[in-house]
């Protein structure tokens, strides 16, 4: 995508931008600085599809009356180890750290805490959420649902959205293992890549509406869908189909958000889905001591030697080599919090339009 | 396969004859029906490469003194909600049940419980074991490693075992949700059976020792592996590979048994890799009550719904209605538990060939 690519713009200028168009929206100091963060991790990290290229569908949103920038986030259930948080509406950039707080706090006091989020919008990348707990000296997970792109093995409805994971893993002198991943075979930003280059897709990732295999990266707005991770029932689509639901049943069953094909849309132009079970999008948080299982010396010394491992197992291609989760994305924020983050012109101009209409200079 | 079964046995008639070997390996008695029980379980549902086609299998294991039949099982390391199991090198049906049970007396006592078992063998289906926590209103999961037969995302060098992932989730009036699936394209049961019947693999479920795609089935014979779920980097391996990973931390590294190329073999034949950096092979296993979320009778009427709408999801064709995880097994078991299991000649013959060393008639 090289040859789209205009503007390099520094972190710290994007950074600026961000916070003080949420200030505008009338998000609360902290929140607004923490809702920039989350935002530009996933620009940092080269998820660009979920970071400041979705700024502007945010704001739309809070237009459109759909997102409360001074939520009473709270705890409506809980046990020692595990809670169910109500987002009161508000942004999930700022609903989910506050909720992953509260899985680790409750991981320092009985050595793991699990929280299901109810009522809360997208949340950028599952990825900064679960890496939050490393620092901790613990495991971090977390998933989301979001509104339906994905068919169930044999269907042509689409009831999952791309329900991704992640699960962050502490290390010792190695850097984390940081798994990120949707739960269908391709996430949604490379087909939208795609269509701004005029390419088609590979088989696999894609049906039509009648539940063809298609290579149109444009097949969703004519009622097509993503796949499930595995593509088709003979390489395991029933597994990716699995997977999704878990983290529907997961973020939503178990918190009261809605799920399945009544998750609302993150576009402020599509209607809500009619008589909804639930409150907004849910979320799952997970946090586990490592030292709740062996010594903390131990256990960093075994994910060391692990990672070294996995690293040196014989690449196929010698210039191929094999990766540890989260090393592409690592090497990603390096370059980028040094050179600063390449934006496309729609993205630009999309980021100047939101700016203009709050004062706001990019 | 169906012409190549010749007998039918009834489950009970199994159950017995799989028992009393058991109990003529030296195993107490409760200790002997749960081992058969949880084999078992694999031949009532459906998934034939687990059950008792893998007793003499276990028996090479325990002559080649690799399976301790009288194991001090115990807790080595805990915090209210994890704790990490030492299975005394007993056998993994077990073990296993053995450490849920510890997870759901401490989702009892704090929401959620978590164990980590190192020193463990084989356990059958992860199915069984976290299908356990059902009937107290959690949900249950289990994982394990295994011996490497499966290559990471760009390596022709196998890192990882078929490492299955389980989850179970209670339901209301509609039967449980109960996803059991090995993380890789396609368990290596279904090769087995290629292999059988003389049959080609379909492309993207195995590679050959070089890294080059191969529809042989039994290519692992000359060092080829299978393939993560996703079959390749387009179509998502590396999220197969993740989740393989996942697996693998969560029940070795954790625990402290033996992780990545190092996991002991399930076939006596085989060495032992050299320089283990841990005990035995590992699993892992979770439950989490339900009603640490949200109150129980709200949370059934949500699940039976979840269920509802996906079985009503528009299926593709009319013939193939789109399922539940746990609905083809399900159906297996009801069928299989009335009118008997159908088991291969060889296996049969495998059978009477470990009865007659014990004296046990099938």
């Known amino acids: 995508m090289s040859e789209l690519i205009t503007t390099v713009l520094p972190y710290r200028q994007l950074h600026d931008f961000t916070e003080k168009v949420f200030l ?13 963060q989350v935002l530009l991790s996933a620009d940092l990290r080269g998820i660009d599809s979920h ?3 979705r700024l502007s569908g945010y704001v739309r949103l809070w237009k459109a009356g759909r997102i409360n920038t001074r939520p009473e986030v709270k705890i409506v259930h809980e046990t020692p180890s595990t809670a169910t948080m109500d987002g009161d509406s508000g942004l999930g950039l700022v609903v989910a750290p506050k909720a992953m707080q509260i899985a680790i706090s409750k991981a320092e006091n009985c050595g793991s805490g699990w929280v299901s989020v109810r009522h ?7 990825g900064y959420h679960a890496m939050l707990a490393l620092e901790h000296d613990m495991i971090g997970m977390a998933m989301t649902n979001a509104s339906p792109l994905v068919t169930p093995t044999f269907a042509k409805e689409r009831m999952l959205g791309t329900n991704p994971i992640a699960v962050a893993i502490p290390a010792g002198e190695e850097p984390p293992f940081v798994a990120d991943f949707a739960t269908t075979t391709v996430a949604n930003g490379k087909l939208e890549i795609l269509q701004r280059e005029g390419k088609m897709a590979p088989e696999g990732w894609i049906q039509d509406k009648n539940g063809k295999t298609s290579t149109q990266p444009d097949e969703q707005k004519r009622g097509g869908a993503l796949l499930p991770l595995g593509t088709d029932r003979s390489h ?20 009261g958000a809605n799920y399945g094909p009544w998750v ?12 909804p079970p639930g409150k907004g999008i849910g979320h799952f948080f997970g946090a586990l001591r490592v030292d709740g299982f062996r010594p903390r010396e131990e256990y960093l010394q075994h994910i060391d030697q692990w990672i070294r491992r996995f690293r040196k197992a014989e690449p196929i291609n010698k210039n191929e ?3 540890i989760p989260g090393d592409p994305e690592r090497e990603m924020e390096a370059e980028r919090r040094e050179k600063g983050i390449p934006l ?18 990019l």
């Open 51 to 53: 970071g400041v290229a």
């Open 264 to 275: 609302p849309p993150f576009v402020s132009f599509l209607p809500l889905p009619q008589n």
């Open 120 to 126: 809360s919008n997208h949340f950028g990348i599952a």
């Open 321 to 323: 080599k094999v990766l």
């Open 344 to 361: 496309l012109d729609n993205v630009i101009n999309d980021l100047r339009k939101v700016g203009n209409e709050f004062s706001v200079r």
């Open 24 to 36: 505008a929206l009338d998000l609360p100091g902290e929140d607004a600085m923490l809702a920039t």
């Open 236 to 255: 395991g689509s029933h597994k990716g189909y699995c997977l999704g639901s878990v983290v529907d049943i997961f973020s939503a069953v178990l918190s």
